[in-house]
């Protein structure tokens, strides 16, 4: 951002709703719940959130999970299940699923090594 320019009330949101889910990422997400604790209605939130940082709510809640991740995986002896645990997801699978997705390996791939991008 350029020095001088204030920010508009849609890239304040869109900044606080990243906070939010930087601090929340270890609940279940719901956006009907993080837009009443923002105070906005939920389809202005996804829409601003969108638009200012270029993708979704639930992506970078996922996105944020998986870093978390990254960390546990690489600095810790917990085993893949409970990482996902500790970052909030309910399954295993589920966990594994939205890893692959996101880092293009599985989490126990990742943690042997995996070509990371």
């Known amino acids: 951002m350029t020095q001088g320019r204030k920010k508009t009330g849609g890239e304040m949101l ?11 990422y270890k609940e279940k997400f719901s956006l009907q719940k993080m837009a009443g604790d923002l105070y906005v ?32 995986l690489g600095a810790s002896e917990k085993s893949v299940s409970e990482i996902g645990e500790t970052v909030g997801f309910v399954s295993s699978a589920h966990f594994s699923h939205v890893f692959k997705k996101e880092e293009g390996c599985t989490p126990s791939e990742y943690r042997a090594g995996c070509e990371k991008h």
């Not at 990243?18 to 929340?24: G, L, V």
């Not at 996804?46 to 546990?72: D, I, M, S, W």
Request: hydrophobic share 35%; with cysteine.
């Open 14 to 24: 869109a900044q606080a709703a990243s906070e939010y889910i930087e601090t929340h």
């Open 41 to 72: 209605n939920g389809s202005y939130l996804l829409r601003v959130f969108k638009k200012h940082t270029g993708t979704t709510p639930l992506a970078y809640h996922n996105h944020v999970r998986c870093a978390q991740a990254r960390e546990l």
